[in-house]
């Protein structure tokens, strides 16, 4: 008897009924039933969300020079979680002055011993919050409790206690030479690791001496100006760091301003093309974390069902809203039905629903804007002529943006769908035969951010890891992150690194 009528037969005898014929009718299995979690969520009580937040700068809350507030939701509930400060190029030029008052007469004086001291004790402060500040990144940007509690905050906390012991040390990072800060930095970010993305962008600017100016993404500002009060508590010297809310104009005045000397952005490949032609002549250095679509690469000899929870975690977790997602499966024919198979009955055990609940896989889509996007990508897919299949387990909520795992199969690699980032829970699957052809298709999209590999051969890891264009390669795992190592894209995907060492040069001039 073949593997396929065994497992058919067993599949008929548990049911009791005659082997399925619609398509996907097997994978209902009992799942449903076995994953049926009691809800678990977190409570939000005791954290505190005022109704309306002004700018952080010179080390108090400032009213915003136009007086005009921006209301932010909770993408889950549809709910008005709270109202922020539009800025305007007043905002920054009064942050930027700040900034660069407090560059001057303190931070670029301070022992580099004493600046350390500082930024520990804000890693620290962050730990300490951590609960409260999980929880208002689930409510403000939509992601599942389970990774802010375990991913974003504590990641972000590692980032400055990696950073804080540079401080004092940057002679051993650059032997022989005299690393000097470059000034006021302004620090653009988005919404997808909201804390995370400004631990990188402010903990590596402080540790060398710099002053910044940070503008958090306009659906996504409330930790931020949580991270406002920490500095606060911290007795950080006024004017370090400054926070201007605010969406595309503010940032676009940040990047104008003839006082900044230097500009780090994370978000869209578009944004960066516009930012790098507003550059273009200045002596501002720069450096952009853009787009991706990553290939996540299967050979036959990998294991099938780690690879599937590889597959899961790359595209599916935090609703595929990671510039470095596994969004583009490669996986080689001779196990690709049996793959695709059992990735279709993980994906039927996925919960999607309340970003506050423990046992949440996927929360909310950050935005509505964001949510047509992915939904528009969805058509398209369908236009092109590709096979959806999307889980049927889990019901979304009445309100709120939820979208479910999405997968294609049968796209070809010039299909949009394979070659736009869709920055949703939807995986395109190809399949390949030889390691050449792998490579071939990996490397075939304007991106190369991150990508990874799933095989038994530590050599086949290292020939192909070094043939793939693209900033970051994990083998036989996903979406892995320490403060140690440098991040960054190739190609479109960005300039410039972030992490690690490598983190610091952008932040020096080197004498
Ligand atoms: P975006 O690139 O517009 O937003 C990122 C940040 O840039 C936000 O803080 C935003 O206010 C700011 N910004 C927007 N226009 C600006 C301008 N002209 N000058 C300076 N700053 C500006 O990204 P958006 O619209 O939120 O998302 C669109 C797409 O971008 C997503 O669907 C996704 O594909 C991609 N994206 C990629 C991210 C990454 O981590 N690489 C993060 C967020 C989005
Ligand atoms: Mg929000």
């Not at 944004?271 to 450096?287: C, E, H, M, P």
Request: charged share 25%; net charge neutral.
């Amino acid at each position: 008897m073949s593997e396929k009528t065994k497992e058919n037969e067993a599949e008929a005898t548990a049911n009791g009924s005659p082997k399925p014929t619609s398509p996907n009718a097997d994978l209902k299995h009992d799942f449903a039933s076995f994953w049926n979690y009691s809800p678990a969520p977190e409570s939000s009580d005791f954290v505190e969300i005022r109704k309306q937040y002004q700018h952080y700068i010179d080390g108090s809350f400032s009213v915003p020079a136009k007086k005009r507030y921006f209301k932010s939701i909770n993408p889950a509930t549809e709910e008005v979680l709270a109202e922020f400060a539009e800025g305007t190029s007043e905002d920054v030029d009064k942050a930027v002055k700040a900034a660069r008052k407090a560059y001057d007469k303190v931070w670029s004086k301070l022992p580099a011993r004493e600046r350390g001291k500082y930024i520990y004790r804000i890693a620290r402060m962050i730990q300490e919050r951590a609960r409260e500040l999980a929880i208002i990144e689930s409510m403000d940007g939509g992601k599942p409790i389970r990774e802010s509690r375990d991913v974003d905050v504590p990641l972000a906390a590692a980032y400055f206690f990696y950073y804080a012991g540079w401080a004092d040390k940057l002679d051993y990072a650059f032997p022989g030479r005299k690393a000097e800060p470059v000034g006021v930095c302004g620090q653009i970010i988005p919404w997808n690791f909201p804390l995370l993305m400004l631990a990188w962008k402010i903990a590596p600017a402080l540790a060398t001496g710099n002053t910044v100016v940070l503008k958090p993404a306009e659906t996504t500002s409330l930790t931020a100006l949580k991270f406002a009060e920490i500095c606060m508590d911290a007795g950080l010297p006024a004017g370090v760091v400054n926070i201007v809310t605010g969406a595309g104009q503010t940032g676009a005045a940040i990047v104008d301003h003839p006082d900044i000397n230097k500009i780090a952005f994370t978000g869209s490949t578009e944004v960066g093309k516009i930012i790098q032609k507003s550059l273009a002549g200045t002596d501002k250095k720069f450096t952009l974390e853009l787009g991706g679509k990553g290939p996540n690469i299967i050979f036959e000899d990998a294991s099938v069902d780690q690879a599937v929870e590889g597959i899961v975690n790359a595209i599916f977790f935090n609703q595929g809203h990671v510039c470095c997602a596994g969004s583009r499966l490669l996986v080689q024919e001779g196990i690709a039905d049996k793959l695709i198979k059992k990735l279709k009955q993980r994906m039927e055990t996925l919960i999607v629903g309340d970003p506050l609940d423990k046992n949440t896989d996927i929360g909310a889509i950050n935005s509505k804007m964001q949510f047509n996007k992915i939904n528009e990508y969805i058509e398209i897919g369908i236009k092109e002529g590709a096979t959806i299949h999307q889980s049927n387990s889990s019901n979304l909520p009445d309100k709120g943006y939820f979208c479910k795992p999405t997968i294609f199969t049968g796209v070809a690699q010039s299909n949009r769908i394979v070659q736009e980032e869709i920055f949703g829970p939807v995986l395109t699957i190809q399949t390949f035969r030889t390691p050449e052809e792998a490579v071939e298709k990996a490397n075939n999209t304007p991106y190369g951010l991150a990508g990874g590999i799933w095989t038994d051969k530590g050599s086949k890891i290292f020939k192909i890891s070094q043939k793939l264009r693209s900033g970051v390669v994990w083998a036989n795992t996903f979406n892995k992150f320490d403060p140690t190592s440098p991040f960054g894209g190739y190609k479109e995907s960005g300039v410039g690194r972030e992490g690690g060492l490598h983190g610091l040069y952008p932040y020096v001039n080197l004498k």
